[in-house]
């Protein structure tokens, strides 16, 4: 067997190149190093998933060569201006480079008000590519549109753009076959959701030497296998995980994604057992008290988060401008949780597969 049909049955299925891109990891305020919030996870598929929109958020996605057209999602954690004023001028821009991909935008209840003046004043309105709005409802408070708001909405839905609103507490958002994504409400000024992608099920690695070991001719019965299901050979019913041809399913990866929050128990268990813990660092261990006061993170904070929720990457995001020097906030949190990463504007990372 050659080395293309080797890597053909044991890829199949598999996002093997799952990678996180990280354009701006600032907080507040950019520096000249540092742009505001927002990362990008990045599928084999080509798909792509953006956490949080901030301040010229399209130039960054252009310098890590993210496609303009291809199926994106954007979740936007809340509304404060450092995670959001990016997304309107990264919607024209899809505009302008003629989009046609579908794009799906997940946020909490007023991001459509939010959207609503730029449809009309600055040029989204003639934007062509299918664009899905979904609002997450914040439980707590009575947040359901009056009826002018109502026709303020319908005059905003157009044939491209659909809105939906779901009341929310601690359900899924979104799932498709793929993956499911999952928010929760974090403990912040204003309702603010973290987010906790779940990759579906992977298919089990797959032996084509055990099977032709069988003497299993390569071909549709190897694909039927690599879906775990019992082929039939020679009048034999052969149990591809029996005789060790393939593994049993693995769990998916899980990417957990923490805005501004303060500690709170919503915060462990949206990062749970998450392969990559991406978890906003506002504040260095000195200034713990003002990321209390001001419900923010401390970088040893997030450590003892991540420790906690048993977590096999933490990378630190979202630093204060205070900081010139972020590889002592990395510093400070490694003490607590060794196995921790500070993020760079335009560093990716890689998620391999276990």
């Given at each position: 067997?050659n080395?293309?049909?080797?890597?053909?049955?044991?890829?199949?299925?598999?996002?093997?190149?799952?990678?996180?891109?990280?354009?701006?990891?600032?907080?507040?305020?950019?520096?000249?190093?540092?742009?505001?919030?927002?990362?990008?996870?990045?599928?084999?598929?080509?798909?792509?998933?953006?956490?949080?929109?901030?301040?010229?958020?399209?130039?960054?996605?252009?310098?890590?060569?993210?496609?303009?057209?291809?199926?994106?999602?954007?979740?936007?954690?809340?509304?404060?201006?450092?995670?959001?004023?990016?997304?309107?001028?990264?919607?024209f821009?899809?505009?302008?480079n003629?989009?046609?991909?579908?794009?799906?935008?997940?946020?909490?209840?007023?991001?459509?008000?939010?959207?609503?003046?730029?449809y009309?004043f600055?040029?989204?309105?003639?934007?062509?590519?299918?664009?899905?709005?979904?609002?997450?409802?914040?439980?707590?408070?009575?947040?359901?549109?009056?009826?002018m708001?109502?026709?303020?909405?319908?005059?905003?839905?157009?044939?491209?753009?659909?809105?939906?609103?779901?009341?929310?507490?601690?359900?899924?958002?979104?799932?498709?076959?793929?993956?499911?994504?999952?928010?929760?409400?974090?403990?912040?000024?204003?309702?603010?959701?973290?987010?906790?992608?779940e990759?579906?099920?992977?298919?089990?690695?797959?032996?084509?030497?055990?099977?032709?070991?069988?003497?299993?001719?390569?071909?549709?019965?190897?694909?039927?296998?690599?879906?775990?299901q019992?082929?039939?050979?020679?009048?034999?019913?052969i149990?591809?995980?029996?005789?060790?041809v393939?593994?049993e399913?693995?769990?998916?990866r899980?990417?957990?994604?923490?805005?501004?929050?303060?500690?709170?128990?919503?915060?462990?268990?949206?990062?749970?057992?998450?392969?990559?813990?991406?978890?906003?660092?506002?504040?260095a261990?000195?200034d713990?008290?003002?990321?209390?006061?001001?419900?923010?993170?401390?970088?040893?904070?997030?450590?003892?988060?991540?420790?906690?929720?048993?977590?096999?990457?933490?990378i630190?995001?979202?630093?204060?401008?205070?900081?010139?020097?972020?590889?002592?906030?990395?510093?400070?949190?490694?003490?607590?949780?060794?196995?921790?990463?500070?993020?760079?504007?335009?560093?990716?990372?890689?998620?391999?597969?276990?």
């Open positions: 067997m080395l293309k049909e080797l890597k053909k049955y044991k890829t199949r299925r598999l996002n093997l190149y799952m990678q996180l891109f990280f354009l701006g990891v600032s907080a507040a305020t950019p520096t000249q190093d540092r742009n505001l919030s927002s990362f990008a996870l990045r599928l084999d598929s080509g798909e792509i998933l953006l956490f949080d929109a901030g301040e010229d958020v399209q130039r960054r996605f252009e310098a890590a060569k993210l496609k303009f057209n291809t199926p994106t999602t954007i979740l936007i954690s809340h509304l404060h201006g450092d995670h959001i004023l990016g997304l309107a001028g990264l919607l821009r899809f505009h302008l003629e989009r046609t991909a579908p794009l799906r935008i997940i946020g909490p209840y007023g991001i459509a008000s939010f959207l609503l003046s730029h009309h600055v040029g989204l309105k003639a934007i062509k590519y299918p664009l899905t709005l979904i609002e997450v409802q914040y439980p707590k408070i009575d947040t359901l549109p009056d009826q708001m109502l026709t303020h909405y319908n005059y905003f839905l157009s044939e491209n753009i659909h809105r939906h609103v779901i009341q929310h507490s601690f359900n899924d958002i979104f799932v498709n076959k793929d993956y499911r994504i999952k928010g929760m409400w974090m403990d912040h000024s204003v309702p603010t959701l973290g987010f906790r992608f990759e579906a099920d992977l298919d089990g690695k797959f032996d084509p030497d055990r099977a032709l070991e069988l003497k299993i001719p390569k071909g549709r019965l190897w694909g039927i296998m690599q879906d775990g019992n082929i039939e050979l020679n009048g034999l019913t149990d591809p995980v029996k005789e060790r393939v593994t399913k693995r769990p998916g899980i990417i957990a994604y923490s805005a501004d929050t303060a500690v709170c128990p919503e915060l462990i268990e949206l990062a749970k057992n998450a392969t990559v813990f991406v978890c906003e660092s506002t504040y261990y000195l713990e008290d003002l990321a209390k006061e001001k419900l923010h993170l401390s970088s040893k904070m997030a450590a003892e988060a991540a420790k906690e929720a048993n977590v096999k990457q933490l630190l995001t979202h630093f204060s401008s205070r900081y010139k020097n972020i590889g002592t906030l990395e510093e400070e949190a490694k003490e607590i949780f060794q196995n921790t990463r500070a993020a760079k504007d335009l560093m990716t990372f890689e998620i391999k597969l276990d």
